[in-house]
T-cell receptor, first 115, second 112 residues
Framework: KAGVTQTPRYLIKTRGQQVTLSCSPI?????VSWYQQTPGQGLQFLFE???????NKGNFPGRFSGRQFSNSRSEMNVSTLELGDSALYLCASSLGGTVGFDEQYFGPGTRLTVT | DAKTTQPNSMESNEEEPVHLPCNHS???????IHWYRQLPSQGPEYVIHGLTSNVNNRMASLAIAEDRKSSTLILHRATLRDAAVYYCILRDTNFGNEKLTFGTGTRLTIIP
C-alpha cells in the first residue's frame, strides 16, 4: 500500500510569511503526528491529531498549528515565519488506537527554507 | 519523558554484527523500548520494539537487560544500507500516546 506522502517536498518562504504543509497518511491510519528536524535541535515533536482532534502537543509556540480532516489527511500551518523555522518537517502516521507499541510510518518530509 | 543515552557514533565492518547500546536508567514499568533509524535524506523508520523479553524480527534483534535499565539493538550482519542514525526511544503504554521523543541517536558508519 502507498506510504505517507507529504507535499510540497521543498519550499522557500520569506520571513513574516505563512506556510501550509500537507500530509496524507497511510490508508486506514487515523493518527498523524508532526515533527520538526533541525541540525541543532534534532527531531522534535510538534503535535498529533487523531480523529480530527489534537491529542498531543509539543513545546512549540502558537505560530505552529495544525488540523486533521475527516479522511485523516492533515495540514500544518506556520504563521509569521522566522529564520529559525527553516527545517525538515516530517509527518508520521499510525493506526493510533492501540497502546505504546503502535508503529509509526514517516513520510519523506518537507524541506522549508525561510529567507 | 524518561531519557535515553546512546553513543554519538559507532563504526562497523560490513557483514559483521553490530551492537548498538542504549541506557535508560529511569525507565518506568509501562515504558516500551522502541528503536527507529533514519537513513540519509529519509524520514525515520521503525526497526523494533520490546517491553521485557528479547525480541527478533527480520531487521534486527533487541536484547533487554533484566532490570530494563539498558538495551542493545543487534544487527546480525551489517550491510552498507544499514548506515543510518539509530534512535532508542521510550514510549509510555498509555492509550493514545503517539509522541516519540527522539534523542541524539547513534550515527552508524559501515566500513566496506
Amino acid at each position: 500500500k502507498a506510504g505517507v506522502t507529504q507535499t510540497p517536498r521543498y519550499l522557500i518562504k520569506t520571513r513574516g510569511q505563512q506556510v501550509t504543509l500537507s500530509c496524507s497518511p497511510i490508508s486506514g491510519h487515523r493518527s498523524v503526528s508532526w515533527y520538526q528536524q533541525t541540525p541543532g535541535q534534532g527531531l522534535q515533536f510538534l503535535f498529533e491529531y487523531f480523529s480530527e482532534t489534537q491529542r498531543n502537543k509539543g513545546n512549540f509556540p502558537g505560530r505552529f498549528s495544525g488540523r486533521q480532516f475527516s479522511n485523516s489527511r492533515s495540514e500544518m500551518n506556520v504563521s509569521t515565519l522566522e529564520l529559525g523555522d527553516s527545517a525538515l518537517y516530517l509527518c508520521a502516521s499510525s493506526l493510533g488506537g492501540t497502546v505504546g507499541f503502535d508503529e509509526q510510518y514517516f513520510g519523506p518530509g518537507t524541506r522549508l527554507t525561510v529567507t | 519523558d524518561a531519557k535515553t543515552t546512546q553513543p554519538n557514533s559507532m563504526e562497523s565492518n560490513e557483514e559483521e554484527p553490530v551492537h548498538l547500546p542504549c541506557n535508560h536508567s529511569t525507565i518506568s514499568g509501562t515504558d516500551y523500548i522502541h528503536w527507529y533509524r533514519q537513513l540519509p535524506s529519509q524520514g525515520p523508520e521503525y526497526v523494533i520494539h520490546g517491553l521485557t523479553s528479547n525480541v527478533n524480527n527480520r531487521m534486527a534483534s533487541l536484547a533487554i537487560a533484566e532490570d530494563r535499565k539498558s538495551s542493545t539493538l543487534i544487527l546480525h550482519r551489517a550491510t552498507l544500507r544499514d548506515a543510518a542514525v539509530y534512535y532508542c526511544i521510550l514510549r509510555d503504554t498509555n492509550f493514545g500516546n503517539e509522541k516519540l521523543t527522539f534523542g541524539t541517536g547513534t550515527r552508524l558508519t559501515i566500513i566496506p
